[in-house]
């Protein structure tokens, strides 16, 4: 039987913010995976990382400003870390999960390297906020280091980097290889470790990447059928928070398009993954995407709950 391939994307929601509650997080999260398993689907998971890479950042700064033998980590090395932390509870559970109904298959992590291309218009107009919040004095050590700083507020300061668009997945024939052999593959988590290309060097890249962007990207590059975004969220709205709110079973790509720029979708958060849903829909016929909450990814595919984006 030709099984039907999926990228799914997990939320923060998914994975909690500490490494106990990641545990349970996971843990439900697994169950979910596990559903869409059963059902039929061969699938490569992704998922974000943002208060996991910045507990790691922080945590390595620290270590390193206590300890001047040691230097801080590069955002790189730190988001290779959140895929290795996030990667290890995620593929555990979902194993278990899996065992626990009489399936037997390897679930695996790729540390997941993704290239962006240096002339990105994001470098010259760094805007994502990470890590934790600073003061006065941090921020400008910060700069004197030549990274930029925001100022939040009531918060204080906070890192800003560049969100680049992902290009290429370095790995993307390991992932390939191992949906093949009919395994579970964890891949590109955070939106995976921006990269340079110099030469044969791949350099870290001080980014982070949209993790809807890399799943869209990641599903083009294995010719998904089924883009699976799972987030906070039931639905997708029009009007999102006002009296007027609607919720959307379903959107062509040229209403999401027409969406988009009428604003409905908020930046960094829906927008990113209305984008990702049109890019992919639109790559090739009989493609669809989905967007609802984790604990309904089944019932969403069922047509029974959900946003459906669809061409047209
Ligand atoms: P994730 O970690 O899953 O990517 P985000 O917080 O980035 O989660 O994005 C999901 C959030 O997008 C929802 O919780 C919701 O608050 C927000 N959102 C913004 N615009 C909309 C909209 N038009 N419809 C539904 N949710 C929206
Ligand atoms: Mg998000």
């Not at 994307?9 to 169950?31: C, D, M, S, V």
């Not at 540390?111 to 994001?122: C, M, N, S, W």
């Not at 990207?217 to 009007?239: F, H, M, P």
Request: with cysteine.
């Amino acid at each position: 039987m030709n099984k039907k391939k999926a990228v799914v994307a997990l939320g923060h929601k998914a994975l909690g913010i500490t490494l106990p509650e990641q545990k349970i997080a996971a843990h439900e999260a697994a169950a979910s995976i596990a559903d869409l398993i059963e059902d039929g689907y061969q699938l490569v998971i992704s998922h974000s990382n943002a208060p996991q890479v910045g507990m790691i950042h922080t945590a390595m700064n620290e270590f390193a400003g206590r300890h001047p033998e040691f230097t801080a980590a590069p955002m790189s090395v730190c988001s290779a870390m959140s895929q290795g932390y996030i990667g290890y509870d995620l593929q555990n559970s979902i194993r278990e999960e899996l065992l626990n109904r009489g399936i037997y298959k390897t679930v695996s992590t790729v540390l997941t390297q993704v290239k962006v291309d240096p002339y990105d218009e994001a470098f010259y107009n760094p805007e994502k906020k990470v890590g934790r919040y600073m003061d006065q004095e941090e921020a400008e050590l910060e700069e004197k280091k030549g990274n930029y700083v925001t100022e939040v507020p009531d918060k204080g300061y906070q890192r800003i980097v560049a969100a680049p668009k992902p290009r290429d997945i370095i790995e993307i024939d390991a992932i390939k290889a191992l949906l093949d052999a009919g395994q579970v593959v964890i891949a590109a988590g955070g939106g995976g470790i921006p990269v340079l290309a110099q030469r044969h060097h791949l350099k870290g890249a001080s980014a982070v990447i949209e993790k809807d962007a890399v799943c869209a990207l990641t599903a083009e590059l294995i010719d998904a059928d089924e883009l699976i975004i799972l987030t906070a969220v039931e639905k997708v709205a029009l009007n999102y928070g006002k009296e007027n709110e609607q919720w959307l079973d379903v959107m062509t790509t040229t209403e999401a398009r027409k969406y988009m720029e009428e604003g409905h979708f908020a930046a960094g958060s829906m927008l990113p993954k209305i984008e990702a849903a049109v890019e992919f829909v639109e790559g090739r016929e009989g493609r669809s995407a989905l967007i609802t909450i984790l604990e309904k990814a089944v019932d969403g595919l069922n047509g029974k709950t959900g946003t459906r984006i669809v061409k047209g």
